[in-house]
């Protein structure tokens, strides 16, 4: 019996260090590129980034062609990938590979289209009818409907004239129009996103569409005065794809691209066209209706860097450093032991003589809620100050209320 129970112990330590391992990375995505009206060499590289550091993908890089070149000379092996990440906006592929993708979505392949990849194929049935709707080479009513929201209603709208626009570049806010979505699910129902091109006038096919998102172009802006789709969905054979109107590249990634509204849905999206669930916690640092969040580096903060930066806060800049750090103190902090690891990190910052008197008052009106007699003598120093004696003097009072 004894040894029946090791050896039950002894696979299940196996199984448990194989299932570890085979988490690491789950997916394996292809990023075809090469040609685009687009920065495709700056793009390319920043998506392959975001994928990777998910911990769920490895992400190869495929290029066509210059413009001009030899199509036939492009044969990816589709069939090697879980998702296809499409930053291509070009001359045709071969009938041989155009005939080899759609196989390859019809059997249960991913996809995500992104930004510009919209544009791309105007003469293409298959891959119109896979993008659901799309804008510019000379598209018109000849390729679909226009499909936007009015008034919270979805509008099929038939109308002859131009397919695809948008107006100069600008923040704009994201309304939700799915939240159910594995993609979706848990983002906040309004967001503001980084400056970028809110494409509009899109139209196609729009068939086994579902549009997770929109954004309203206004006309003051130059827009169209509707709620334009920005997110969606669209379901070809047994293949998932997903669509984004989001993240005109730059130089250096730019705005569009560092906007954490963008970045965690092109993840989610990725995931979702790749397995059809979405196992991705909504960081912290998502945006919200008050305003744009962005990642100059494209990588998620962490608490080194929270407290780095809310040390030299400045009172008339972003305040996304000490935001983040709330959330994490609100989130992890739910033991007395687990705030004071927080309280040991915040007492450093009141400490450092090269901390901002801004950055204290945050940390002190932070501890006066959670807080301990661990902050009681660096609190007192800083109530002899004459810029932090209100601040600290509140903060004591709440640690140690006169009895």
């Not at 131009?162 to 967001?191: C, D, I, Q, Y």
């Not at 379901?235 to 509204?261: K, N, Q, W």
Request: one cysteine or more; glycine letters at 10%; a neutral charge.
């Amino acid at each position: 019996m004894k040894k029946q129970y090791l050896l039950v112990f002894v696979f299940a330590g196996l199984l448990a260090i194989f299932n570890s391992c085979q988490k690491s990375t789950e997916y394996k995505a292809l990023i075809v590129t090469g040609q685009n009206n687009h920065k495709w060499e700056a793009s390319s590289p920043i998506l392959k980034q975001l994928l990777e550091q998910t911990g769920l993908f490895t992400a190869d890089i495929v290029k066509t062609p210059p413009k001009g070149g030899d199509m036939n000379t492009f044969n990816p092996d589709f069939t090697k990938y879980n998702v296809v990440v499409i930053d291509y906006n070009g001359d045709s592929w071969s009938d041989k590979t155009k005939t080899a993708f759609v196989e390859y979505v019809n059997n249960g392949g991913g996809v995500v289209l992104y930004h510009a990849a919209n544009n791309s194929f105007p003469e293409w049935k298959a891959f119109n009818l896979m993008a659901g709707l799309g804008g510019w080479g000379d598209r018109s009513e000849k390729d679909g409907p226009y499909v936007y929201y009015k008034k919270d209603s979805m509008i099929i709208d038939t109308t002859a004239g131009r397919g695809g626009s948008h107006a100069r570049r600008h923040e704009f806010e994201v309304k939700m129009r799915n939240a159910e979505h594995p993609v979706t699910k848990g983002l906040p129902a309004r967001w503001i996103h980084g400056n970028d091109e809110l494409y509009s006038q899109l139209r196609g096919p729009g068939k086994n569409m579902e549009i997770l998102a929109t954004a309203y172009a206004d006309t003051t802006g130059g827009g169209t005065g509707r709620d334009e789709p920005i997110l969606m969905t669209i379901s070809y054979g047994r293949g998932r794809i997903f669509h984004t109107a989001l993240g005109h590249v730059d130089e250096d990634g730019g705005p569009a691209m560092e906007c954490v509204g963008f970045i965690v849905t092109f993840q989610r999206g990725a995931e979702w066209a790749a397995s059809g669930k979405v196992t991705q916690k909504i960081p912290n640092d998502f945006p919200n209706a008050g305003g744009a969040s962005l990642r100059t580096d494209f990588k998620e903060l962490t608490l080194e860097d929270d407290l780095a930066k809310i040390a030299m806060y400045d009172i008339t800049k972003s305040t996304k450093y000490f935001t983040d750090l709330q959330s994490r103190i609100r989130a992890e902090g739910k033991t007395p032991e687990a705030l004071q690891k927080f309280e040991k990190l915040m007492i450093k910052v009141l400490e450092n003589k090269a901390a901002t008197d801004d950055a204290k008052r945050l940390i002190l009106r932070e501890l006066s809620w959670m807080g301990s007699d661990l902050s009681v003598p660096v609190i007192k120093e800083l109530a002899k100050n004459d810029q932090l004696k209100d601040v600290a003097e509140f903060t004591l009072e709440r640690l140690q209320p006169a009895k």
